[in-house]
């Protein structure tokens, strides 16, 4: 008999067939049992099977029973050995990492920053970019857009009458909606306030698919009634969520709207700073914005019918947009249209900066993976002959190979639940910092997808640092090591050769990393030196938007900003008052086609350029220069004789301006080929279409001869600008109560705020490129001197022989940079194709700088060299005597 | 009457093979034998049944089976109780017994009285 849990010891379990042969046999032997008790008792010899048989019952069916519940009870039993086997293996790798705590926190710290940067990046991209829009069949809706000849690649906004045939003539949409942004000032209890809002028309909510929280949305038949929806923000705070609310009239800009829904605070369309949605009734009751062809103001979105492509839409809606072209030439000069889905064309520009901060992060993820197979390496090296008694007692090599495993799963599994909290925070901070940066920003959470990849993550790098580890823990003899105990000289070779292709990819992904942000870096500074064309220090600005219905004609607008700038000119500390419909670096109103005299006039070879509208001494108060003929005065009444100011750029390249520009002076420029003004002067460029775009031609008109009523005030000061702001508001306020004064900042904050993508874009890089550099160091650091602490002895037979400390130092650098250089060499060749995906997120700076590379290599290098100086001397340094000993 | 009692009778047979198994180990015949012996045979209809009934037993950890060789020099599985199986029929013995006398009382009354 064999002894209890003999055959379970013998790693013996019984097979299938096994236990249908057992129940065979104890059957077997209960029938001879039997037959030979009744042969005693006098049965026959012929009978007795028969017999027994009959009393025993179907053999058969009780064999299946039999056989069923023992094939049942050997899979419990087996699952629980597994569970067992497995919770000693964590039990083991709890209890051996507590034993090192030095290794664990430091490969802990490692892989928290690790996947916890992973984790928040993957958040930030997968809430941005993937993450459907929340609105009903997302994918279904379209942003819609003019096309036009006259310039390429432009994306153009729909006038009312276009936008009405494009409604009548489709067949691909089931809806459209077009829409415009407009301030609204609230008056009522309180000061008045500015909000921005939205003008729709069209039915927003069937569209989109949102339901509102109170009341209902505006629908088509209301288009021409003053109504409007509330935002949940705007709703709780100015009105207290009066749940009341719906059928109320609110006063906004001098108008009266009644209160028809409030939509949820989820809800951001279009934009997230709008707050409210009015209907069309001022555009539509206004000829000048409701029946012009030729005014493009509106934006449009669509939802397309089901099973209608992108394609075969947005080919119809081009053909529709030519037609038009052909229908109306002169309003619609070689126009198209074309279509975006509205999820790309939210995210836009970012898609390429995120994935680029993608690639960053999984880059730090794998120099971080790179450490602490490190660190686990050097941790099996020095327990080879502990791994060498338990393979000698019998544990398998799958079985050892699970048990290491298991403690790299456990790191990983801990550095990723810390790794979880720190993205959790990582993603608020991100947020914090510029949220204006990246679009969708406001609603990315951390989310069961963000912890499912967490989790792919762990599992991943789990693996990745265990299994050099865990191969080389079981690939060696059990006899060779633990004839060579711990020291391993025999195993030195391979050893240095394994932690040698470590270090050199993690030198190579570092110097990946750090050129993209050396790049992003010098991109970024040549960004903030542009010269804008502006002096933004000391000048403050706001926005001035008179009521259009209060200020209903040109006197009435000209009459208020002539008395604005006079009080706000008297005011203590302010040098000059300037009024403009643009914001340099980055907004102007208008942009369009004008003529030169003496030039074409076939619309599709008129030259484009930027219609600047200014008035008071605009030029003065954000010291733009002026290069020939003079600025504005009074004198350009709106009874004189029309006259323009030009910037270099179109002086020089269509008015023969010359050096100076004053050739320009005397020639005429039009923008509709009818009233023609004179050219009076020449200001030297200023960027309106962003800091990194190319300065366009404008044309400036004073606001005496073409005035409107939203303008944007510039004050420069001899102090701090923002200390004149309370005297600014009570000067305007004396003159119109209802006059409120939006988006006050200095001209230097907003100019900053122009360039916050590039800052996001360089700062984070930047940051995973120092984490990457930094644990790149450490490893290099803990390799060197893992490396040196083993080949004391060596060391020490090499000063017996009489080699010089300096010969030895030598020795261990020479041996730490060989690996450094190449991974240089292969870094550098990698970021040669990695840094292309920066291209579109560089300025002024090529992708393949060389100064960058070089400098980047040869810090690297010095690093390399530093770090396995430092513990390479100490080794050196050591007693001869002590190093042989100290086996 | 609990669920734990109600197993008692539907387990009567499992708790004569522990009873079986209470002086040491036995082989699958050894135990029918006793059974047959001690019951008068009234136990099963057919001695197979035994088997599935054992087998059950060895899956709840009641008795564990190991191959032996029997007294006349055969290969036979013996069945043991586990200190599981002790304990189990230390306690259902006195339940069992305490209802089977009852109703055996009960069966044998010959008055209709209440008291």
């Keep these: ?887 | 009457m609990g669920d734990s009692e109600l197993n008692v009778f539907r387990n009567s047979l499992d708790l004569i093979i522990l009873k079986a198994l209470s002086w040491g180990p036995r082989h699958g015949y050894d135990v029918a034998e006793w059974v047959e012996r001690v019951t008068e045979a009234t136990v099963w209809l057919e001695e197979g049944t035994l088997y599935p009934a054992l087998h059950r037993l060895e899956r709840k950890g009641w008795v564990s089976a190991e191959w032996g060789v029997s007294k006349n020099n055969r290969r036979a599985r013996f069945y043991r109780l586990t200190p599981q199986g002790k304990a189990q029929l230390k306690t259902d013995t006195p339940t069992w017994l305490r209802h089977a006398e009852a109703i055996a009382r009960a069966l044998r009354s010959t008055s209709p009285e209440l008291a």
């Design chain 1, 1 to 887: 008999m064999l002894p209890e849990g003999f055959r379970h010891a013998f790693r013996m379990p019984p097979s299938g067939k096994r236990i249908s042969r057992d129940v065979q046999d104890e059957i077997a032997f209960h029938l001879a049992m039997r037959e030979e008790r009744l042969r005693a008792q006098g049965v026959s010899d012929a009978d007795a099977p028969a017999d027994a048989r009959k009393r025993f019952g179907d053999v058969a069916r009780i064999a299946d029973e039999c056989q069923a519940i023992g094939s049942e009870r050997e899979q419990t039993r087996q699952r629980a050995e597994l569970l067992q086997s497995v919770w000693q293996d964590l039990r083991y790798a709890a209890r051996s990492l507590a034993k090192t705590p030095a290794f664990t926190a430091a490969a802990l710290l490692t892989l928290t920053l690790g996947i916890g940067a992973t984790t928040a990046v993957f958040t930030i991209v997968y809430g941005v970019l993937v993450r459907p829009l929340p609105y009903a069949e997302p994918e279904r809706l379209v942003q819609l857009w003019e096309t036009s000849t006259l310039t390429p690649g432009d994306r153009n906004p729909v006038s009312v009458p276009n936008y009405k045939d494009w409604v009548a003539r489709n067949r691909s949409f089931n809806e459209l909606l077009a829409y415009g942004y407009n301030r609204y000032t609230l008056m009522g209890e309180g000061a008045p306030e500015q909000v921005q809002g939205s003008q729709i028309f069209g039915d927003i909510v069937s569209i989109l698919g949102v339901r509102p929280l109170l009341g209902s949305g505006i629908t088509e038949m209301q288009s021409r009634d003053f109504v409007v929806v509330l935002g949940e923000g705007i709703w709780r705070r100015r009105f207290g969520a009066d749940p009341g609310i719906i059928g109320q009239s609110i006063r906004m800009n001098a108008q009266t709207y009644t209160v028809i829904g409030v939509m949820p605070s989820t809800f951001r369309f279009p934009r997230p700073d709008v707050e409210l949605w009015t209907s069309h009734a001022t555009i539509l009751s206004d000829p000048a914005w409701g029946e012009a062809r030729g005014r493009r103001f509106q934006r449009v979105i669509g939802r397309l019918k089901r099973g209608v492509t992108y394609e075969v839409a947005g080919a119809e809606l081009d053909a529709i947009g030519r037609r038009l072209s052909v229908e109306y030439p002169d309003a619609n000069p070689g126009s198209g249209a074309a279509l975006v889905p509205l999820k790309d064309q939210l995210v836009g520009e970012t898609r390429p900066a995120l994935l680029v901060l993608a690639g960053a992060v999984g880059c730090v993820l794998l120099i971080a993976c790179a450490n602490v197979a490190h660190l686990l390496l050097a941790r099996t090296a020095s327990r080879e002959r502990e791994l060498a008694i338990r393979a000698a007692l019998g544990a398998g090599r799958g079985r050892i190979l699970r048990q290491l495993l298991t403690e790299s799963l456990v790191l990983a599994a801990i550095g990723g639940a810390l790794g979880v909290l720190l993205a959790y925070a990582g993603v608020e901070i991100l947020g914090k910092m510029s949220p204006e940066a990246v679009p969708r920003f406001n609603d990315v959470r951390i989310d069961r997808w963000s912890l499912v990849f967490t989790s792919l993550a762990v599992l991943i790098t789990g693996i990745l640092v265990g299994l050099a580890p865990a191969i080389r823990g079981t690939s060696r003899s059990v006899e060779a090591s633990v004839r060579e105990g711990t020291r391993g000289a025999g195993t030195a070779a391979r050893h240095h050769r394994l932690q040698g292709a470590l270090v050199a990819a993690e030198i190579a992904v570092s110097l990946v990393l750090l050129v993209g942000a050396g790049l992003l870096l010098q991109s970024f500074n040549r960004l903030r030196s542009v010269n804008l064309g502006v002096e933004p220090a000391g000048v403050v600005t706001m926005l001035v938007a008179g009521s259009p219905v209060k200020y209903d004609n040109p006197d009435k607008e000209r009459a208020l900003f002539a008395r604005v700038i006079e009080r706000v000119s008297s005011l203590p500390t302010v040098q000059s008052v300037g009024m403009c419909d643009c914001l340099p670096p980055d907004v102007v109103r208008t942009t369009g086609s004008f003529r030169v005299d003496g030039g074409s006039t076939v619309p599709a070879e008129l030259p484009v350029g930027n219609q600047i509208r200014v008035g008071g001494n605009y030029f003065a108060a954000v010291s733009i220069p002026v290069l020939a003929g003079r600025g504005f005065t009074d004198r350009d009444r709106p009874d004189a004789p029309p006259v323009a100011i030009v910037n270099e750029t179109l002086a020089r390249r269509y008015l023969g301006g010359g050096a100076s520009g004053a050739d320009a002076i005397e020639r005429r420029v039009s923008f509709d080929g009818e009233r023609w003004l004179t050219v009076v002067g020449v200001v030297a460029d200023v960027h309106y279409s962003g800091t990194a775009a190319t300065v366009e031609p404008a044309v400036y008109s004073p606001f005496a001869q073409d005035p409107f009523i939203g303008m944007n005030m510039f004050i420069r000061t001899t102090g701090d600008p923002l200390s004149v702001v309370p005297s600014v508001r009570n000067a305007i306020v004396e003159l119109d109560p209802e006059l409120p004064l939006a988006f006050v900042r200095t001209l230097e904050a907003y100019v900053g705020e122009s360039i916050t993508q590039a800052r996001f874009n360089m700062a984070v890089v930047t940051l995973f490129a120092a984490l990457a550099f930094g644990l790149a160091a450490i490893g290099i650091y803990g390799v060197v001197a893992y490396g040196v602490a083993r080949g004391r002895h060596e060391m020490g037979v090499r000063m017996a022989l009489g080699a010089q400390k300096n010969d030895l130092l030598r020795l261990v650098v020479g041996r730490a940079l060989r690996p450094a250089v190449l991974g240089v060499v292969v870094g550098l060749v990698a970021a040669v194709f990695a840094t292309r995906a920066l291209d579109r997120l560089l300025f002024g700076t090529s992708s393949r700088d060389p100064i960058t590379f070089a400098a980047v290599a040869i810090a690297l290098l010095v690093v390399a060299a530093l770090a396995s100086y430092l513990p390479g001397r100490r080794g050196a340094a050591a007693d001869p005597l002590i190093a042989l000993r100290s086996e």
